[in-house]
């Protein structure tokens, strides 16, 4: 089945950009997700790539994927106390998604 | 994007108790997904249902598991005889549109602890 790995832990400084990465296995992944996780809170939809693109912009947040790598990383731009939170990469091929175990991103003022 | 809710917040029973969680979607949609969280783990796919039937589910999902959408709104999911190791956050999801494939937007979950 789909293997996701990410780093588990990740300190910037407020203003600062972030980078998040994240390794899958299933090269037949369509759309690939990030979701946020603030503490004791719900997981969020932050943006998804599809599988045809290599990079996909939205604000202070850039998606990269290179597929033949199977790798996906998540920059956050001007990185914010805000934005201290877990973050997690899911590739969706089939139904069920398929969730890394998070980088937790903890921003220092 | 309309959410989902989920009740309770926080629930917390004696092992061997029967509970059951339940998600309510805002829209009329048809896919729902349950997944768990042990605290500290990856987010865990359990099962999803489509259409009043399972459609696919995890072998986490065993017998003492069921979902059910009872009254064509509510989504439940009952755990028969609850385990130390059921404590977790459960989550339910629900696609945007009708189709698996389409993006899984999630409630703020029920945190189960079993003492």
């Known amino acids: 089945g789909e293997d996701v790995e990410q780093s588990l832990f990740l300190s910037v400084r407020e203003g600062d950009s972030s980078v998040i990465n994240c390794t899958y296995t299933?090269?037949?992944?369509?759309?690939l997700y990030w979701y946020k996780q603030e503490p004791g809170a719900g997981l969020q939809l932050l943006t998804y790539?599809?599988?045809?693109?290599d990079m996909k912009q939205d604000q202070r947040l850039t998606v990269l994927l290179n597929k033949k790598d199977k790798h996906l990383s998540l920059r956050i731009a001007d990185t914010q106390t805000g934005d201290s939170a877990i973050y997690f990469c899911a590739p969706s091929g089939n139904t069920p998604l398929v969730f890394g175990k998070g980088t937790r991103l903890s921003v220092i003022a | 994007e309309p959410e989902v809710t989920q009740t309770p917040s926080h629930q917390v029973t004696q092992m061997g108790q029967e509970v059951i969680l339940r998600c309510v979607p805002i829209?009329?949609?048809?896919?729902f997904y349950w997944y768990r969280q042990i605290l500290g783990q990856k987010v865990e796919f359990l099962v999803s249902f489509y259409n009043n039937e399972i459609s696919e589910k995890s072998e986490i999902f065993d017998d003492q598991f069921s979902v059910e959408r009872p009254d064509g709104s509510n989504f439940t999911l009952k755990i028969r005889s609850t385990k130390l190791e059921d404590s977790a956050m459960y989550f339910c999801?629900?696609?945007?549109?009708?189709?698996?494939?389409?993006?899984?937007?999630f409630g703020p979950g029920t945190r189960l602890t079993v003492l």
């Open positions: 999801a629900r696609t945007g549109r009708a189709r698996s494939t389409d993006t899984q937007y």
């Open positions: 829209s009329n949609h048809l896919y």
């Open positions: 299933d090269s037949s992944s369509t759309y």
């Open positions: 790539i599809f599988s045809n693109m």
